[in-house]
């Protein structure tokens, strides 16, 4: 019992500092571009870069720091370390989504929304990731 009342004012003062969070955001966004390939034998190429936002100096990355998907679909991939991707996907509707590794924030996913491919074409989606401030 003596010590749930002194665990007690650690869990108040954990949960009020932390309802004292100014969290902003700072947005995202995605450009995207279409052209014919006919070596793809009928299917389609989805590829691009994935760049900070206000990323100061030359950006860099790390293996693997993002996760580009697409949605309803098992077809993912990652970055190499120059932020480019790519994924080899069947003709169709699809929204590809971005996410950074460890960022767990729903609203920093940015995503290319029903975007149709058609067979022997390769899209370019190039992702740009916002991010948190405190």
Known sequence: MKEIKMLLPFVVLLIITGSCLNRQFVDGWTEVGTSSDTTLLDSTLVFGHIYHVDWPGEEYYRENEFTVWGEHTDLQTTNDTTGYYSLKMAPGTYTIKCQYQYEEWERLIEEAKD??????????????IGYTVE
């Open 115 to 128: 975007i149709k491919f058609a067979k022997n074409t390769q899209t370019e989606i190039n992702f740009y």
